[in-house]
């Protein structure tokens, strides 16, 4: 059985290696467990993270970021999606 736990985990220190991305909270206990991540230049780009019994990470809004097999890639995608623009 795939350990949801410690994918959240190590998918919020993956996040956590991107200059741009913040990792705001990272709740274990709770039922889903999820991951809180925002862009730190912008008050309003930010993502909860959730990870499936098969081990796909999924937004909030139910986009697929990735899998438990490459949690990195799955950070690189979150950390596209919340890129601030230029103005």
């Known amino acids: 059985m795939l350990d ?3 994918c959240l985990e190590r998918f919020a220190g993956a996040a956590r ?7 705001q909270s990272v709740a274990l206990n709770c ?3 999820y991951v809180c ?24 809004w139910g986009y697929r970021l990735g899998d438990s ?3 990195d890639a799955a950070a690189d995608r979150l950390a596209y999606l ?6």
């Open 4 to 6: 949801t736990l410690s």
């Open 17 to 23: 290696r991107h200059a741009d991305l913040s990792v």
């Open 31 to 33: 039922d889903p467990a």
């Open 37 to 60: 991540v925002r862009n730190r230049f912008s008050a309003t780009l930010f993502e909860t993270v959730t990870c499936s019994a098969q081990g796909t990470f999924v937004t909030s």
């Open 69 to 71: 097999h490459d949690i």
């Open 82 to 87: 919340l890129a601030a623009l230029p103005a």
